[in-house]
């Protein structure tokens, strides 16, 4: 059922307590309508909230949509306060 969010995992030793912070990383970097809805099921907004301000696994794409859903001020977010240095160039030497 998850295997587009857990391609490299067993899920059967996967538990949704003790492996929280990456269930929730993962289903909502790579899952379902479906799979949000479950997690939305097993999790509290306040333990979404955490992994969106905190993960250092999801990208600033979905770190934002997140953020705009769950009313997060950006500042709060980790993955917005990377820089974003891909318009710099390595020099030539």
């Known amino acids: 059922m998850y295997d587009n969010?857990?391609?490299?995992?067993?899920t059967s030793q996967l538990d949704w307590n003790?492996?929280?912070n990456f269930i929730i990383s993962r289903i909502l970097?790579?899952?379902?309508?479906?799979q949000i809805k479950e997690l939305e099921k097993n999790y509290t907004r306040e333990d979404i909230a955490s992994?969106?301000?905190n993960s250092n696994n999801i990208s600033k794409r979905v770190a934002v949509f997140w953020a705009i859903i769950l009313e997060i001020?950006?500042?709060?977010?980790?993955a917005c306060s990377q820089p974003n240095l891909s318009?710099?160039?390595?020099?030539?030497r």
Do not use: A, L, N
């Open 18 to 20: 003790k492996h929280r």
């Open 29 to 34: 970097e790579y899952g379902t309508i479906e």
């Open 51 to 53: 992994v969106v301000k």
């Open 73 to 78: 001020p950006f500042e709060e977010i980790r």
């Open 5 to 10: 969010c857990f391609w490299d995992v067993d």
């Open 87 to 92: 318009h710099i160039k390595p020099s030539k």
